[in-house]
């Protein structure tokens, strides 16, 4: 058979999982801008320090969405050597 090959079936689980991880990463990084982008909104924060508000929350969901994205891929990299 194919030995060293991976089957149709893990390729597919492959793609199913990133797919996931990117859509999951991208909804945590949009609900960590909103909050901080809410946040800037509710206190009335204008200016350079609204300016700073809307950076920093970039800068975290940006953050929060390549944290998202690596935890999935690796959680299963890991699944898939166990042969779960």
């Known amino acids: 058979m194919d030995r060293g090959r991976e089957a149709r079936w ?10 996931f991880a990117l859509v ?4 945590l990084a949009a609900a960590v801008f909103a909050v901080a982008l809410a946040l800037a ?3 009335g924060v204008s200016g350079p320090a ?6 920093g929350g970039a800068l975290l969901g940006a953050a929060a969405g390549v944290w998202r994205l690596v ?14």
């Open 41 to 43: 909104l509710a206190l």
């Open 71 to 84: 935890r999935v891929l690796r959680r299963f990299d890991a699944q898939r050597r166990q042969g779960r």
């Open 10 to 19: 893990e390729k597919d689980a492959m793609t199913v999982e990133i797919v």
């Open 50 to 55: 609204g300016r700073g508000t809307w950076v």
């Open 24 to 27: 999951t990463a991208i909804a």
